[in-house]
């Protein structure tokens, strides 16, 4: 009978240690102990477990266990599967919602490919702050309707969109729950025929809320300031997001997030590649630039003198978040994304077509996907000159670099002391110094 010790030094391949009992060799670091038997007229082998974590005492009771079980007509692998199953389904059915959500989000976000916090706050910060009270520490297979219910009745009248956002939210994770095993049943979170028996639709109890927009004029005006505190404090990159969002008509993320490499000053362009699209789909997206809007790029580039690969990223690292200009665009009567509503009015009234109009907007041009299918120019000429008349209607070249200001005026901004200087935009927006814009 051979000792561990002797077994430590045996070579590869496969070595009786007892009657059925064998030790397999496929490296020094690579050793199992297996049972070897036979069950209606096939021969089988058993992975009992490896050579440093058995003794060979442990492995002679497990070849016991199994010589009873083949007494019995019972298949020991069959058996010691149906064993790990039964553990599995007892640590399943322990799982916590909380535990099992940690557990999935990296891959909801993986799936998702979300790009800024803002959008990775529906997955990474409000489960956390309205579902883990009510439903974190309960295990994930016993949760039943009646549980979600508790969790979004309070919220789905006091705060709608919150409460829409967490439904979908849970909707997902039964989901995954249910294709990892988690879960057995119908989905507790989905809404028709089940939640909507006492939840009323979500449009009955939400009156939808565009996003704010002005007037042209009222636009124009706008930046008009952002144009003269840029002129006033030429270092601030907020005057620059907010005319350059206006001038490409994009979104403001899509902007914000804009790298040197996606410029091409000389071909007049910049391409957004499609991971930083809306949707994610398709091919990457061309946007021409207006003369203005080459004009703002080249001021971004005087300030943001960096290696760094965001334009709207200083050399300290510092990055200029889309949250900030927004939170800014508050103190007026439209907001980043409203100036796109502007751009889809002008459009119409100046006898833009509909499809380079909509091209424009990143928008599909049909829902139809015959048409799409046929419907597949980019328009870029169009759409250059297009957004060049645009340009010049919303801000002519001598607003933008502030030739519109007369010396009394320039003496006024001059005479701000430095330290309110901060406080710029809503100074001027609210003509705090009457300079009569």
């Known amino acids: 009978m051979l000792t561990k010790k002797q077994m430590q030094s045996l070579p590869a391949g496969r070595h009786l240690i007892e009657p059925n009992l064998y030790l397999r060799v496929r490296s020094a670091t690579s050793k199992y102990f297996t049972f070897k038997y036979a069950l209606n007229g096939s021969r089988k082998e058993l ?12 492995a002679r009771e497990q070849v016991a266990k199994c010589r009873l079980l083949l007494a019995k007509g019972i298949d020991p692998k069959f058996a010691k599967e149906k064993k790990k199953k039964s553990i599995k389904d007892v640590q399943q059915k322990q799982l916590t919602f909380k535990q099992f959500y940690d557990k999935i989000l990296p891959d909801i976000l993986n799936a998702k490919q979300l790009h800024g916090d803002n959008s990775k706050r529906k997955y990474t910060h409000m489960p956390y702050t309205y579902l883990m009270p009510v439903l974190g520490k ?17 919220l789905w009248f006091r705060i709608p969109p919150t409460a829409l956002k967490m439904r979908l939210v849970l909707e997902l994770i039964f989901g995954y729950a249910k294709q990892q095993g988690y879960y057995t049943g119908d989905n507790p979170a989905t809404y028709k025929y089940n939640l909507d028996m006492y939840l009323p639709p979500y449009g009955k109890i939400h009156e ?71 949707f994610k789909v398709g091919d ?6 207006s003369k203005q809007a080459l004009w703002v790029i080249n001021e971004i580039r005087k300030i943001n003198k960096t ?62 996907a015959t048409v799409r299918s046929y419907l597949r120019d980019d328009f870029l000429d169009l759409r250059m000159n297009a957004m060049q ?8 070249m001598d607003i933008l670099t502030g030739e519109f200001l007369s010396e009394e005026q320039k003496a006024k901004l001059k005479a701000v002391p430095y330290h309110e200087k901060g406080r710029g935009w809503v100074g001027l927006y609210n003509d705090h110094w009457d300079l009569g814009l």
């Open 307 to 368: 290696t760094k690969d965001l334009i709207f990223q200083r050399d300290c690292g510092n990055k200029l978040h889309s949250e900030n200009v927004r939170q800014l665009m508050t103190k007026t009567p439209t907001c980043l994304h409203g100036m796109r509503t502007n751009f889809r009015n002008w459009a119409v009234r100046n006898d833009v077509m509909f499809e380079v109009a909509e091209t424009s907007l990143m928008h599909a041009v049909s829902n139809n």
């Open 138 to 154: 309960m295990p994930i297979s016993e949760i039943k309707t009646a549980d979600i219910l508790r969790c979004l009745k309070p």
């Open 284 to 289: 990457p997206f061309v946007i021409p630039l």
């Open 389 to 396: 008349q645009w340009a010049d209607y919303i801000l002519p």
């Open 47 to 58: 992975t009992l477990g490896k050579f440093e974590d058995l003794t060979v005492s442990q």
């Open 208 to 278: 939808t809320q565009h996003r704010r927009h002005t007037s042209n004029d009222d636009l124009r005006h706008l930046l008009k300031l952002a144009a003269v505190w840029h002129w006033w404090f030429p270092r601030s990159l907020q005057p620059l997001m907010i005319m350059l969002t206006a001038l490409l008509v994009c979104r403001a993320n899509e902007c914000c997030g804009l790298s040197w490499k996606e410029i091409d000053l000389e071909a007049k362009t910049i391409t957004l590649p499609k991971e930083r699209k809306k």
